[in-house]
């Protein structure tokens, strides 16, 4: 339970700018491949905190993302599914509304910003170091999402949080690796449905 509202307090606590690319660049458009369900290995940062893990996207509201690391997360899995967001550690688990969470959780928002162009096949961004950074606007400010030329989720930022999350190893095959551990199964509840994945390394 105290890993737990670490991960909560963790969400919360995130401050000051990095951004995905450097330097400005011409216009170029990408077919992107978020519209589905896909896995990538996380690293997400922050002033004081470094957090390693998978991020997975099952449908559009339907998220998870596993920690592997710092020691103080590592193991914590959190289940976005509609309105709630579930934490979870060794068999322990709450669930809060999203919009009770704190207007800084980084994950929430990249969440809203995948499934808002997840159903448009060509996007329009700026290259900028060898990345398509597409800008845009959420209810709490300004974001970038990076995308590598193949479409692949590559990295986001949002501007007036100043924390970024980096990402590699896209993959399409919901096959999960980690870089400490291997999830022996990962539970997504949505509306009553419990599904299991499971999950090799």
Wanted: with cysteine; proline share 2%; glycine share 10%.
């Amino acid at each position: 339970m105290k890993r737990l509202i670490s991960m909560i307090s963790v969400l919360a606590m995130i401050p000051a700018l990095t951004a995905c690319g450097g330097g400005g660049g011409a216009s170029a458009k990408v077919q992107q491949k978020l519209g589905g369900s896909f896995s990538a290995n996380m690293v997400l940062e922050m002033e004081d905190f470094t957090g390693e893990g998978v991020l997975t996207r099952y449908d559009s509201g339907i998220w998870s993302v596993y920690f592997d690391s710092p020691a103080e997360v590592s193991g914590v899995l959190l289940d976005f599914s509609g309105e709630e967001v579930t934490a979870s550690y060794k068999g322990l688990a709450f669930s809060v509304p999203q919009a009770a969470m704190p207007s800084k959780a980084l994950l929430v928002h990249l969440i809203q910003a995948v499934d808002e162009i997840a159903d448009t096949s060509d996007v329009t961004g700026t290259e900028k170091d060898g990345l398509i950074v597409m800008e845009g606007e959420l209810e709490t400010g300004p974001y970038e999402l990076c995308l590598n030329k193949d479409g692949s989720l590559a990295g986001f930022a949002m501007k007036n949080m100043g924390a970024s999350i980096t990402f590699t190893d896209f993959t399409t095959d919901m096959v999960l690796t980690t870089t400490a551990a291997t999830i022996a199964s990962l539970v997504i509840t949505t509306s009553g449905t419990t599904v299991t994945e499971t999950i090799a390394q």
